[in-house]
Nanobody, 126 residues
Framework: VQLQASGGGLVQTGGSLRLSCEASGPTFSRYTTGWFRQAPGKEREFVAI????????YYRDSVRGRFTISRDNAKNTVYLQMNSLKPEDTAVYYC????????????????????WGRGTQVTVSS
Protein backbone atom coordinates (compact mmCIF):
# COMPACT_ATOMS: atom_id res chain seq x y z
CA VAL A 1 0.00 0.00 0.00
CA GLN A 2 1.27 3.43 -0.90
CA LEU A 3 -0.15 6.52 0.74
CA GLN A 4 -0.09 10.09 -0.55
CA ALA A 5 -1.10 12.85 1.82
CA SER A 6 -2.04 16.38 0.83
CA GLY A 7 -3.97 19.40 2.02
CA GLY A 8 -1.69 21.01 4.54
CA GLY A 9 -1.00 24.71 4.65
CA LEU A 10 -0.96 27.89 6.66
CA VAL A 11 -4.14 28.96 8.40
CA GLN A 12 -5.10 31.41 11.12
CA THR A 13 -6.37 30.38 14.52
CA GLY A 14 -9.96 29.25 14.23
CA GLY A 15 -9.60 28.31 10.60
CA SER A 16 -10.14 24.96 8.89
CA LEU A 17 -8.21 22.60 6.68
CA ARG A 18 -9.00 19.23 5.18
CA LEU A 19 -6.22 16.72 4.75
CA SER A 20 -6.52 13.93 2.22
CA CYS A 21 -4.67 10.65 2.01
CA GLU A 22 -5.03 8.67 -1.19
CA ALA A 23 -4.06 5.03 -1.07
CA SER A 24 -3.24 2.38 -3.58
CA GLY A 25 -4.29 -1.25 -3.20
CA PRO A 26 -7.54 -3.12 -3.82
CA THR A 27 -8.20 -4.09 -0.20
CA PHE A 28 -7.59 -0.72 1.36
CA SER A 29 -11.13 -0.56 2.71
CA ARG A 30 -10.21 -3.29 5.18
CA TYR A 31 -7.26 -1.40 6.60
CA THR A 32 -7.27 0.55 9.81
CA THR A 33 -6.19 4.07 8.90
CA GLY A 34 -5.06 6.98 10.94
CA TRP A 35 -3.61 10.42 11.11
CA PHE A 36 -0.60 11.18 13.25
CA ARG A 37 1.35 14.37 13.76
CA GLN A 38 4.78 15.42 14.86
CA ALA A 39 5.78 18.85 16.06
CA PRO A 40 9.42 19.96 16.22
CA GLY A 41 11.21 18.37 19.14
CA LYS A 42 8.26 16.15 20.00
CA GLU A 43 7.39 12.54 19.43
CA ARG A 44 4.93 11.50 16.79
CA GLU A 45 1.46 11.25 18.28
CA PHE A 46 -1.84 9.90 17.15
CA VAL A 47 -4.55 12.32 16.15
CA ALA A 48 -7.42 10.25 14.78
CA ILE A 49 -7.92 6.63 13.77
CA UNK A 50 -10.62 4.79 11.93
CA UNK A 51 -10.79 1.02 12.14
CA UNK A 52 -11.18 -0.95 8.95
CA UNK A 53 -14.36 -2.96 8.82
CA UNK A 54 -16.56 -1.56 11.59
CA UNK A 55 -15.40 2.04 11.16
CA UNK A 56 -15.00 2.78 14.85
CA UNK A 57 -13.12 6.02 15.35
CA TYR A 58 -10.74 7.25 18.01
CA TYR A 59 -9.61 10.79 18.63
CA ARG A 60 -6.95 12.44 20.65
CA ASP A 61 -8.60 14.30 23.52
CA SER A 62 -7.27 17.66 22.39
CA VAL A 63 -8.86 17.36 18.94
CA ARG A 64 -12.11 15.62 19.78
CA GLY A 65 -15.04 17.72 18.62
CA ARG A 66 -12.85 19.73 16.25
CA PHE A 67 -11.39 17.06 13.93
CA THR A 68 -13.21 14.38 12.00
CA ILE A 69 -11.69 11.38 10.26
CA SER A 70 -13.61 9.86 7.41
CA ARG A 71 -13.00 7.55 4.49
CA ASP A 72 -14.32 7.22 0.96
CA ASN A 73 -13.63 3.62 0.01
CA ALA A 74 -14.66 4.23 -3.60
CA LYS A 75 -11.86 6.75 -3.88
CA ASN A 76 -9.44 4.88 -1.61
CA THR A 77 -9.06 8.11 0.31
CA VAL A 78 -9.00 8.99 3.99
CA TYR A 79 -9.76 12.52 5.12
CA LEU A 80 -9.09 14.57 8.21
CA GLN A 81 -11.36 17.57 8.52
CA MET A 82 -9.81 20.00 10.97
CA ASN A 83 -11.91 22.85 12.31
CA SER A 84 -11.27 25.49 14.98
CA LEU A 85 -7.57 25.08 14.52
CA LYS A 86 -5.22 26.23 17.25
CA PRO A 87 -1.51 27.11 17.19
CA GLU A 88 -0.80 23.92 19.14
CA ASP A 89 -2.11 21.92 16.18
CA THR A 90 0.92 23.04 14.19
CA ALA A 91 2.85 19.97 13.09
CA VAL A 92 3.69 17.72 10.20
CA TYR A 93 0.71 15.43 9.70
CA TYR A 94 1.12 11.87 8.46
CA CYS A 95 -1.41 9.35 7.31
CA UNK A 96 -0.83 5.71 8.12
CA UNK A 97 -2.48 2.37 7.57
CA UNK A 98 -2.23 -1.18 8.74
CA UNK A 99 -3.90 -4.47 7.94
CA UNK A 100 -3.08 -5.88 11.35
CA UNK A 101 -5.77 -6.49 13.89
CA UNK A 102 -5.10 -3.94 16.60
CA UNK A 103 -6.29 -4.10 20.16
CA UNK A 104 -7.49 -1.06 22.03
CA UNK A 105 -4.33 -0.67 24.07
CA UNK A 106 -2.06 -0.43 21.01
CA UNK A 107 -4.18 1.07 18.25
CA UNK A 108 -2.89 4.59 19.02
CA UNK A 109 0.76 3.60 18.78
CA UNK A 110 2.59 4.71 15.61
CA UNK A 111 4.73 1.58 15.75
CA UNK A 112 1.66 -0.54 14.97
CA UNK A 113 1.24 1.00 11.53
CA UNK A 114 3.07 -0.55 8.63
CA UNK A 115 2.35 1.92 5.84
CA TRP A 116 3.06 5.64 5.97
CA GLY A 117 2.63 8.54 3.66
CA ARG A 118 4.90 11.52 3.45
CA GLY A 119 3.95 14.23 5.85
CA THR A 120 2.10 17.41 5.07
CA GLN A 121 2.82 20.57 7.05
CA VAL A 122 0.02 22.27 8.94
CA THR A 123 0.83 25.66 10.42
CA VAL A 124 -1.67 27.59 12.51
CA SER A 125 -0.79 31.19 13.17
CA SER A 126 -1.92 33.01 16.28
Amino acid sequence: VQLQASGGGLVQTGGSLRLSCEASGPTFSRYTTGWFRQAPGKEREFVAIRRGGNGVTYYRDSVRGRFTISRDNAKNTVYLQMNSLKPEDTAVYYCAATNRGLILSTIRSPSEYRFWGRGTQVTVSS
